[in-house]
């Protein structure tokens, strides 16, 4: 049986873009699928791909490549986010108690 996805989402995400010139773009969520073990892995790829469209952005918009992420556990978050390439960030540039994540092109 042939399973078309093609009209389901597999990744979404949203960013922000920061009044200070000087900060990178933050993500601000991203939506992963969890239902399904092939969708899973489909998700992670696409969401990848979008994570490189932000990053490129951020480097259009003269911010640089790193996407930023704020979070109240590293530990919960690199979970999901360390196969994305996402490490801890430190020291955080987030109001305490908030720490950070970031992916770096």
């Known amino acids: ?11 979404a995400l ?6 200070d010139e000087e900060r990178p773009l933050q993500l601000m969520a991203l939506a992963l699928r969890l239902d399904d073990p092939d969708l899973n892995a489909q998700s992670y790829v696409a969401a990848w791909y979008l994570l490189q469209y932000v990053s490129i952005a951020g480097e259009k918009l003269g911010r640089g490549g790193q ?6 556990s590293v530990e919960d978050t690199l979970v999901d986010l360390a196969p994305l390439g996402f490490r801890e960030l430190a020291p955080s540039p987030f109001q305490w108690p908030q720490k950070a994540v970031c992916l770096r092109p």
């Open 14 to 19: 949203s960013f922000h873009v920061d009044a």
């Open 1 to 11: 049986m042939r399973r078309d996805i093609s009209d389901q989402v597999v990744a």
């Open 67 to 72: 996407i930023e992420f704020a979070t109240p």
